[in-house]
């Protein structure tokens, strides 16, 4: 079915290895061997039993876990930029702080989906999450000591990025492998850890950090992060892995047109979508539309918004399509985020970051599923899926940086823009891809 090349094998301690389920290399669907996952993203779903069902909805709360203390913590990276800027990095500028939180999130994405995709079909499922959850919250440990910028970049961008970017993939990886009519949703449920974690962690740092001062509100943050990654450690475990090793890069796929124009749609998306997150808080303090208590809030507000874009547009993705929903809700933020300067108001920044949270949740959840459905060869989907979250990262590593420069040199004006053109021209390449797939048909899933 898929071609395979040559790839080297991981070799870890025995301890960390899943057991593996084999499939019977004797079955064949179309006169073709028939690949352990790939029948895996056809046939798992939950239908073996209370145990079976258990075991699943287990998946869901772990990947939760994993997902408020990876992307989670990312969101909360719009708190330190406002702190660093007014206090501990107060030397620097935006742009040279955005940079942390952008490699933070860079890795998350990079190391999460090309990285870590042969560690995970090697079948060492809980040694990521060991690892991942012992480098995240021994960066954010570490973060809480620092005094220099490139201290910063060494613990919290780096070292928490790493370690987040080998949480993301469990996370992911094994919803196929339990859902199937349900997929989009479950996986737009576990998702939503990510919104609440945006919400619980920049509370926790702006109620903390006046009282016991940034080491020890910091330090909370790492402590929850321990005890909140004990679920994930007692409960993720793969259904099945593959038979054979997927191989790192699949250069097939990059003659399917449709694919290629969905990964530009996510590289634009992604350079954009954090943009507010970063900065609305400060510009609405800055030209006095709010107090500085209720300017830290808009980022708790654009988080929580986000639980709902997390899930509500998921459920309707099993039934209209991935790309479907993708279109409209990007070309959605690049609308609103043009709009952006144009607030005046605490109510309209607040309404503002209400649409705007609750139309990018969407994005983090929905790409997996999309990638299922785009990729021409299902038993090389964690390949194709691993392929896209590299392309993708370049877009969230430079996106906020430039914002940042644009700041400096037009004022909010600049991110705004810039943040909407991104979206905009992320919405036609998916749109693109759509009509790639399916041809110029109105009514169809895809």
Known sequence: MASTSNTTTLDFPPDFAEDKITSDSNSSLGGQEKSQEEQAIEDGQVDGGKSETLTALLQVVGAFFLMFNSWGVANTFGAYQTFYEGDLLKGQTPSQIS????????????????????????????????FGSAAAVFGMMMTSICTEYWQVILAQGVVTGIGMGCMM?????????????????????????????????????????????????????????????????????????????????????????????????????FMGMYIPFYYVSSFSISHAIVNANLGFYLLTILNAASIFGRIIPNFFADKTGALNIMTPWVLFCGVIAYSWTSATSAGQIIVLCIFYGFFSGTLVSIIAPAVVGISPDLSLVGTHMGMNFGFTSLGLLIGNPVAGILLDQHGYIGPAMWCGTCNVLAGIFILAARVSKTGPVLMVKS
Do not use: N
């Open 99 to 130: 940079w942390i939180g952008s490699i933070q999130a860079f890795l998350l994405l990079s190391v999460g989906g090309f990285i870590t995709g042969p560690i995970f079909d090697a079948g060492y499922i809980r040694a990521l999450v060991l």
């Open 169 to 269: 993939l469990p996370s992911v990886a094994v919803m196929p492998q339990y859902f199937k009519t349900r997929r989009a949703f479950a996986t737009g449920v576990a998702a939503s850890g990510s919104s609440v974690g945006g919400i619980i962690y920049p509370t926790i740092f702006h109620e903390l950090e006046p009282k016991i001062g940034f080491s020890w509100a910091t330090r909370v943050i790492a402590f929850t992060m321990l005890a909140t990654l004990m679920v994930p450690i007692a409960v993720m475990k793969a259904k099945v892995f593959p038979s054979q090793r997927r191989p790192l890069f699949d250069f097939q796929v990059l003659h399917k047109l449709d694919y290629d124009l969905f990964c530009f749609g996510t590289f634009f998306a």
